[in-house]
Each structure stands twice: as structure tokens, then as C-alpha cells.
């Protein structure tokens, strides 16, 4: 199995439940399991739509056990099939409410429950660099995976680089990583992604016996 394979394994295993037509069943409904989440979403009831950064606090709760539950699931379905409609949600107290659409930008953040081929995200970008940052983001159990797939990127240029190049290869990669994460105009992004680019250079430098010059990663602290 491949990193990138891995990574959608682990997050894709708790996703949704859909029937054999492969068409998701909705009914505008969800339970909601977990109160600090039914106090967020409670909180965007008067709202025209969930916010981008609404599901960035509530997201990640979902996922702090590493999986989720029958009712997330169907709660996350609800969300990214009902596009303009409102959804009836009951807090564990019993209460219920009506909660609006998800954003655009909230829709893209919570999309990544089904996370696309890491392949098709590092280096391809600023807007794919931060969804690689983002799915660590959703879903924190993913970030060893993605720093392992990062850290196999880095092995195949360090294969290629020498003293001779000045390390040409992987220096060249570093810096792209890095340039495509401030151009994503997000501050937390590009922290998370340094921070998940060093373990990988780091892991790198280990497993070559402290070949990989520091310099060449020092800075992504």
C-alpha cells in the first residue's frame, strides 16, 4: 500500500455509509452526538450559511477519536448534499434546530472526508498545497501519514542531490514547498505545513545517518 493510499484508507474507512446505487440518502435530518458541536452549529442557525471557520471548530471535534460515529457521518452527508436547503439537527438535550447551508469555502474543508491523492496535491500549487495542509486539519490522526508521503517525496530528490549541486534538487523542492504555502494567503497553513515539511526532512536526515545538511531544513522551524 502506498502512502497516499494509506492516508485515504485511514480517513476513508470512516466516511460515509451510501446505499448499493452509490447515491447518498438524505432526509434533511441529523443527531448530533457531541454538545459542544450541536452548541456550534446552534450558533449558525441564524445565519445564512455555515462559515468557513465555523467548520474548521466544529470539523475537527468530529474526529477526535480517529473515526466517526453512524450519526457524524450522516451529519457531514447531510451537510455536503444539501446544497441551499436547511437541515433539522437534535442536540443530545434533546432540542432541535435548523441549521443553513454550508459556505463554499466550508464545503471545500469538509469535502476532504474524502481526501483526494496526496499525488495530486504536493507541490501542484498553493490552493492543492493548502488542502494537503487542510486534511490533517479535518481529520489530526492523518498528519504521520502525510509527513510520511511528504517524507517519500524527499527521498527521491535526495537520491538526486550532491555537495557537487549544492543540494539543488531537494533545496528546490523545499523552497517551492514552502513559497506555495505563504502564496495561499493563510498564516495557520503555512505553520502546519512547515511544521509537517520538517518532521519529514528531519525523518529524512535520521534515516540517512545525519547525511542531509541541516541548513537545508533548519529554517522550516
Known sequence: MTIARCCVAVVGASLFLAPA?????????????????????????????ISDADARRFGPMMFEDGSLSVNERDLIQELLTNMGVRTAVTAPSGETFEIPPLSFRARGFLGLVRPPNLSTLWLRGPAQMKQLVDVTVLSPDTARQVS??????????WAESTATDQYQPIRQDLSAAIRMLQQSGDAETEQRGRSLIY?????????NGDQVPNFLYDYLR
Open 21 to 49: 446505487s452509490g447515491q447518498p440518502v438524505t432526509d434533511q435530518k441529523a443527531i448530533v452526538e457531541d454538545m459542544a458541536v450541536a452548541d456550534i452549529l446552534k450558533g449558525t442557525s441564524t445565519q445564512s450559511e
Open 199 to 207: 518532521d519529514a526532512a528531519r525523518e529524512l536526515d535520521r534515516r
Open 148 to 157: 510520511a508521503y511528504i517524507l517519500q517525496r524527499l527521498t527521491l530528490v
